[in-house]
């Protein structure tokens, strides 16, 4: 497993591993809209250099804003290793505090998050009825049957 900056990656390579995960080139929700061109971060890459995981942040105001974490095989510390890499870059860029944002629907982020330290700040309900005017192909539903509906801010101080 080697992690490199996002910028030493192809672009198509970039993207398409973006649009795999979030099935357009751009994140939206209640913190704003961002697109994966203009984002910092990290890629996992494999021996074949194809990346096997993502993580991508902005930072403003001391604040660093996770806005992307993505992996191809969960429990494989392929998440954790991105985490770790971000939360080191925000320590570095004096930032106060790194946030995280995920809906209702996503246990594994929720637990995830939450397992290194991170804990519930805030809940937007009703915030992705208001994404998906800007991002329709948002789904209703998880797979798992739970709506899609709020947003659940989570916050690590640094």
Excluded at 36 to 46: I, P, R
Excluded at 48 to 77: M, P, W
Aim: overall charge neutral; charged content about 25%; proline content about 2%.
């Amino acid at each position: 497993m080697q992690i490199v900056a996002k910028r030493m990656i192809a672009t198509d390579t970039v993207k398409s591993f973006f649009v795999q995960h979030w099935e357009t080139t751009q994140v939206v929700f209640s913190r704003g809209l961002f697109h994966y061109a203009e984002l910092e971060g990290f890629g996992v890459m494999d021996e074949n250099d194809k990346i096997t995981g993502l993580g991508t942040y902005n930072i403003a105001n001391q604040v660093c804003q996770i806005i992307s974490l993505n992996s191809e095989h969960e429990k494989q510390g392929v998440g954790s290793s991105l985490l770790y890499v971000i939360e080191n870059i925000a320590k570095e860029k004096k930032c106060h505090t790194i946030k995280a944002i995920t809906t209702n629907d996503n246990l594994q982020a929720l637990k995830f998050f939450q397992k290194r330290g991170y804990a519930i700040s805030e809940i937007v309900k009703n915030a992705v009825e208001e994404s998906r005017k800007i991002k329709p192909e948002i789904p209703f539903y998880s797979f798992d049957g739970i709506p899609v509906r709020d947003e659940i801010i989570l916050e690590k101080y640094l």
